[in-house]
């Protein structure tokens, strides 16, 4: 099963409202488990960098200003998504942003069925809690040392760890070894019968050690509980 884990960069926060998308990062999944495949791109939006979201990114209309402008990154970004499941967190946000950007150039649209929201998956998970990536990495002990703005690839990295956990954990991720989880091999234990002794086996106390504990035992009184697990000491045959 592959999935891509997206984020986006852009403008603002209106995508029908003059905002455009500046940065795609995305990482693949493959059986809940990273292959190292991403796919990253800068985009000029063709417009000024407000200064609010300057801050929140850093990329800067300058920085931006030589980028390839959407249209001529579509095809690519479309052939590296495929038909394959997306995982956004806040998905109608980036989604609203990537559709918007589609839709201006007469590209198909990024179809709703086809994406896994987990901001929506974390408030099931923790109803009353804060849910943001932020909030989530430190519930779930993410490293987000790197993270000094936001960046489109590295918080598709990071989100692909929270994913995981939202799931169930990084090691539940290990069930997808193979391409389809329904084959997945299951753990079978033959069942055999044990193995009987063909006698017992002879004591290692020896006769002295025997009559040694039996007087100690009668030393503990009528009343001590072991009066009722004592055997009678073995007779000595005259050696060990």
Not at 70 to 80: G, P, Q, R, Y
């Amino acid at each position: 099963m592959r999935e891509l884990v997206l984020d986006t960069e852009t403008t603002g926060l209106e995508a029908n409202g003059g905002d455009r998308l500046v940065e795609i990062g995305c990482v693949e999944m493959v059986n809940r488990i990273l292959t190292g495949n991403v796919y990253h791109v800068y985009i000029n939006p063709e417009r000024d960098m407000p200064i609010e979201a300057f801050n929140v990114h850093g990329l800067s209309t300058e920085f931006l200003s030589d980028k390839l402008v959407f249209s001529t990154i579509a095809d690519e970004f479309l052939e590296f998504i495929a038909e394959d499941t997306l995982v956004i967190h806040n998905a109608a946000f980036d989604v609203g942003f990537l559709n918007a950007e589609l839709g201006r150039i007469g590209r198909p649209l990024i179809a709703r069925d086809r994406v896994v929201d987990t901001l929506a998956l974390a408030r099931r998970k923790h109803p009353g809690g804060g849910n943001r990536l932020d909030d989530l990495m430190n519930r779930y002990g993410i490293d987000s040392s790197r993270r000094v703005k936001h960046g489109a690839l590295l918080d598709a990295e990071l989100l692909a760890e929270v994913y995981s956990e939202l799931l169930g954990g990084r090691q539940a991720s290990l069930i997808g070894l193979v391409e389809d989880e329904s084959e997945a091999p299951r753990l079978v234990i033959e069942a055999k019968a044990a193995r009987q002794r063909p006698g017992v086996l002879p004591s290692r106390v020896t006769a002295e050690e025997a009559e040694a504990h039996a007087a100690f035992v009668a030393a503990l009184g009528e009343k001590a509980l072991w009066l009722k697990y004592a055997a009678p000491a073995p007779e000595s045959e005259g050696g060990v």
